[in-house]
């Protein structure tokens, strides 16, 4: 089922009202946090900060770790792991689709006096006291904004330059199908701010560790197509186990990169990466071209995310995860372009 109720005036004010009547306030991302997710929550702590707000930015990752490419975002100083984030009655999510992806904040987040959650997805399952989600948005980080203007905080440099860093990345640069004029004029807004989207760029797109090359060497040289997968449509794939990143001292996040490469492969439709946690479980991104809807593969599997971007965590090895993928692909629509 898709979400498609879109927010009203009166959960907005809601919002606010929860944001600013006093009480100790913790805004999460979803487990292994991009830019979307993260920023926008930071961004959101930056201005709630200058409403003197007591608040605290999380996501329920343990061990806690910052992806690399996020760590020059600025708010950092909001940030607390989850065992450091006390009691705090209002909780608001960002980007994140299902109450599963808050992994072991969860239960922080059911107890809150207010739940607010922040979102974009289709694949929204519904929970919270108040679903800020609009489908249409092409990131959360444009939601993000508008509840920055709603808290009557004036938008500088530094609360913009989280919220773009969100905006670029979830938009592919402003190429994938989502983008609208109205999205560029989000842009020049944020742009007008003088935050260096320069650096942004740089940090999250131009800025990775040697081994973290080879590694995707490595991934690449080792990746199939199959040109008759996706009913004629085409599949390429890879996996990356946690011995290929310890080969390299790398963290999952530097996996990243495989998958924006591997997708542009113009016999396939699909682009699937097969990427082994450092708890052993197997999480899989997948990219369409757009024929192929990947959230709801990625549903029938135990997860969500966008037409054009998904994925899901999966317990058994590559050989099965394929297998379920090739069978949800097989049996997909083909939609037009």
């Not at 089922?1 to 944001?19: C, G, I, K, N, S």
């Not at 920023?39 to 709630?48: I, K």
């Amino acid at each position: 089922m898709m979400w498609t109720a879109a927010p009203t005036d009166a959960d907005w004010d809601a919002t606010v009202e929860a944001l600013t009547c006093g009480r100790p306030v913790l805004l999460l991302a979803h487990v292994s946090p991009d830019a979307d997710a993260l920023g926008s929550a930071l961004a959101v702590g930056l201005a709630l900060e200058t409403r003197g707000v007591d608040v605290a930015v999380s996501f329920g990752d343990d061990p806690f770790t910052v992806p690399r490419i996020l760590r020059s975002l600025p708010g950092q100083h909001l940030l607390a792991a989850p065992a450091e984030t006390g009691d705090r009655p209002v909780v608001v999510s960002f980007d994140v689709s299902a109450i599963e992806r808050l992994g072991v904040l969860r239960a922080a987040a059911e107890a809150a006096e207010t739940f607010v959650a922040v979102d974009h997805h289709a694949t929204f399952t519904g929970f919270g006291h108040v679903c800020l989600v609009d489908v249409h948005a092409p990131a959360t980080a444009v939601l993000a904004l508008e509840l920055v203007d709603r808290l009557g905080v004036e938008l500088d440099a530094t609360i913009a330059t989280p919220i773009y860093a969100g905006l670029v990345t979830d938009t592919g640069s402003f190429k994938y199908a989502g983008t609208t004029s109205a999205t560029h004029e989000v842009a020049a807004r944020l742009l007008a701010t003088g935050l260096r989207h320069d650096v942004v760029a740089r940090h999250i797109y131009d800025d990775e560790p040697f081994g973290a090359l080879r590694l995707l060497g490595a991934a690449l040289d080792r990746s199939v197509l199959e040109e008759n997968a996706a009913g004629g449509l085409g599949l390429v794939w890879t996996v990356v186990t946690d011995a290929d990143r310890a080969t390299f001292d790398l963290p999952l996040d530097a996996v990243e990169r495989v998958i924006d490469v591997l997708r542009i492969a113009t016999e396939a439709e699909v682009a699937c990466v097969i990427k082994q946690d450092d708890a052993g479980a197997w999480r899989v991104s997948m990219r369409s071209k757009g024929r192929i809807d990947v959230s709801a593969v990625a549903i029938g599997l135990g997860g969500g995310g966008h037409r054009f971007a998904a994925g899901f965590t999966a317990p058994e090895g590559p050989r099965d995860v394929l297998h379920s993928v090739r069978e949800a692909l097989a049996a997909a629509e083909h939609l037009p372009e």
